[in-house]
C-alpha cells in the first residue's frame, strides 16, 4: 500500500508541490536566517579565532566582549607573568584609531599591536609580505578586504572628481598596497604586508603593527594595553588529554585570576562570553529568532492546510480503500510514509536553497555561516511540521467511517 | 495473501450450505435524543449461495444501511447478521478488517476509483490490501480487466474512461480478490440505459458463481430483471421478498 500511498501523493502535483514548497520555504528560511545569525555571532569573536594561539585572555574584569577593551596599566603583564603555570605572556593592543589615506580621506580602523618581541597572535594567513616585515621602520600589515574596500583610493581627476570609464561608470577605486603610506594619528605607517582575517562584527579594517608601535600610534593614555595573551607550561608528566588539558587550562585561569584580580578565560570561554553579550544585550538574537519562527509558523500553516486539504479532498478514497479491508494502523502508514516524503523532499529543496545563497554570498559582506547543527536544527522543525501537518489528516483518516463510500 | 493463496482458499473452500446472508431482527439508529433515526426496524433477509438480491425502495428506507451492516462496516444495534457463517459482532476491529478485505468486493455508486492510480493499479488495490506484491498485483489486474473487456485500457487513469469504463474497472476491482460477497451501490445510477445493461450484464456473468452472493442496492427499475429475488423496503424493515417477476405483479396490481 506503500505504492498507493505515494501515487496518491505525488499524483496531485498541485497539491504535492504546494505541501513540498511550504516545507521547503520553512526550511530554507530556517535554514538561511540561523545561518546569518550563525555568521554575525561568529564575526563578533572573530578575532578570538584569528589570534588563535594563546591559551588564554587575560583582561580588566570589567570586560564584556572581544570590542570592550578596558586598558589595563603594563605592570598587570609582570604580575601575570609571575602566576605558577604561566609559560609566557605578551601584551596586546587593540583599538579603534582613525587612519588618513593618501586622498587625504580619514578611516577609522581597527589597529592590532603585537608583542615586538614574538609577534605572536599576528594574522592566520598572509597573502603578501610576511609578519616579520612588521620589524621594518614604521610597518603595519592591511588586512585584504581593507585593502581593497575602505582603505581602497578611489580614482580622482585634478578637481576632485571622479575619473570614468569610457561606459560612464566611475573607475574602481585602487587598492592599498605594500608600499602605501597611511598616517595613523598623525604618524606615518608604511604597508608592509597584506593579510586575510576573518570579517569582524564591525566590518572596519584591521591594521596589524608591532605593540610599541600601536600604543605609539594611540593617543597617550595611562593605560594601554587591552589583553595579555598567556600561554600555559605543559610539564612532560601532565595527562595530555582534551579534557585533561582545558582542566589545566582553567585551573591557572583561576590561579591568575586569584593573583591579580584581573579576568582570565580560555580563549573558547572568551568567544562564548563575547557571543553571550550580543545574544544577551542586543535585539539581534530577537529579530532573527523571530524571523525562524515566523518561517516555521508559515510552513506549518502551508503545509499543513495543504496537507489537511489532500487528505480531505481524498477522503472517500481512503474511505474506499478502508472498506476495502485496509486497517487503521495501514491507513496511518500511508499517511506517515506521504508526510515523511514531502517532508524529505521539502528539506532537502529547502536546505539546498540556503545553501545555494549561502554559496551566492560567499565573499561578500553578508555573514552566512551553515553548522551541521544548524541542519540538525532545521530537520528537527521540518519533523515536527509535518507531525503537526499530518496530525490533522491522520485524525480525519482515522475516524472516518467506511461507510461514507456508500454516501 | 497471494494470488495463489488466495486461489488456493476459494478452491478448498466447503460447498455452500446454509445460507450466504442471514439476517433476523436487525435494528440500527443513528443520532441521539430527539434527532435519533430509527435506520433498520428489525430486518429479517436471507441470500442463498449463488444468488443475486437487489435490495430495492425509496429514498432513506435503509438500503446503504443494511448492505453497510451486512458488509461489516456498521455496527448493528441488535438482531443477528452472519455472513458465510461469520458473524461480525464476535470479531474484534482488526480481524473484522481483514475478514471484509478477504471475503467481500465492493462496487459503489460513485467508483471511488483513486484518481491518480491507473485502471490496473486500481483494479489490483484488493490484492495490495491482502498483501500482495505490486507487480504481481497489476499483472493479475490486467487479466481481470480482460474479463470487464478493458484489457486495453490498463494504463488509463480513471479521467480517461466513460462512466461506463469506470464502473466495469470498479467492478473488476470488486472480483480481483474472489471475494464470496459482492456487495454494489447503485451500480448503474450514474450510467445511461444501455450501460447500466452492459454493467449489469458483466455483473451477472463474471460475478456470479455457485459460492457467492451478490447483493445490489439500486433505485433503477430497468435493471430488476436482473436479480433472482428482489427485496423491497420501506422505514427501515423489508416488507416483501420475491422474484422480479413476483414483484411485477404486485406492482400492476
Redesign the interface.
Known sequence: ?N??AL??L???RGKYFGIVLGIAFAAMLITQQSSIFVGLMTRTFGFITDTGYPDIWVMDPKVQFIDDTKPMQDIRLYRVRGVEGVRSAVPLYKGILRARLPNGTFQNCNVIGLDDATLTGGPPKMIQGEIAYLRRADGVIVDKVGAEGRLARPVLDDQGKPVLDEQGKPLPPIPLKVGDVLEINDKRAIVVGICQVQRTFQSQPVIYTTYSRAINFAPRERRLMSFICVDAATNANDPQTPEAKAANIQALCDRIEQRTGLLALPGKAFSWKTVMYFIKFTGIPINFGIAVVLGFLVGTAIAGQTFYQFTSD?I??F??????????S?LLGMIVLQAVVVGLVGYGLGIGAAAGFGYITKGSELAFRLLPETLLVTGVAIALICVLASMLALVKVVRV???I??? | MSTATSNQNIATRPGPVGLAVHCKGVTKHFGKGDSKVLALRGVDLDIKYGELMMLVGPSGCGKTTLISVIAGILDRDAGECTVFGADFANLSGGARTKWRGANIGFVFQQFNLLPTLTAAENVAVPLMILGEGRHAAVKRAYDVLATVGLADRGKSLPSQLSGGQQQRVAIARALIHQPRLIVCDEPTSALDAVTGHTVMRLLKGVAMAQDRALVIVTHDARIFGFADRVASMNDGSVVSVGTPAELEAVHRH
Do not use: C
Open positions: 500500500m505504492f498507493v501515487k496518491m505525488v499524483g496531485d481524498n472517500k478514497q474511505g474506499a480503500i478502508k472498506a476495502m479491508g485496509t486497517s487503521n495501514r467511517e467506511p461507510a463510500v456508500f454516501k
